[in-house]
């Protein structure tokens, strides 16, 4: 499966593409899941066309089964900075203003701080949550 990941990576980057999950089943199907690099969501075009240029760039040599790596996936730490404008579910390791965890839009982040717009019933506001404070982040969907 690492000779594949070693071709496909480079042709995920160039179409703004990452690969988040891969599983080989049976030596003959290559199983992918993708994620944009921008964190913006994923449509169907944009993964045919990851497809279709995986398959070329490994010449056909497995079968493929590419998709969405999910709407609320996991953020790792180094790539908060690139949350700004995005719906997130943040749980804390230790409560902040008597709460768990803050769903909301991401407004600033910083090495140590993300700001975070969030309702509290009717009032939009907003937390400044610090990075060693996250036990994790991931995206979220706004219902």
């Known amino acids: 499966m690492e ?13 703004g593409l990452e690969i988040v999950d891969a599983n080989l089943i049976n030596k003959d199907l290559l199983e992918l ?5 921008d964190f913006k969501p994923l449509n169907i075009d944009a993964v045919g066309e990851a497809a279709e240029a995986f398959g070329i760039a490994i010449d056909w040599a497995v079968g493929l089964d ?4 999910g ?8 790539n908060y900075s690139s949350l700004v404008d995005q719906y997130v579910l ?6 902040l203003l008597d709460a768990d965890y803050v769903e909301g839009s991401v407004l600033s982040c910083t090495d140590e701080t993300i700001v975070v717009a969030y309702r509290q019933k009717h009032a939009l506001k907003n937390i400044e949550i610090p990075v060693e404070n996250i036990a994790y982040l991931r995206l979220a969907v706004k219902l």
């Open 90 to 95: 943040v749980k804390f390791k230790n409560p």
């Open 3 to 15: 000779e594949y990941l070693k071709l496909l990576m480079p042709v995920a980057e160039s179409l």
């Open 71 to 78: 709407a609320e996936r996991m953020i790792e730490p180094e």
């Open 33 to 37: 899941g993708l994620a944009r690099l």
């Open 66 to 69: 590419v998709g969405s790596a």
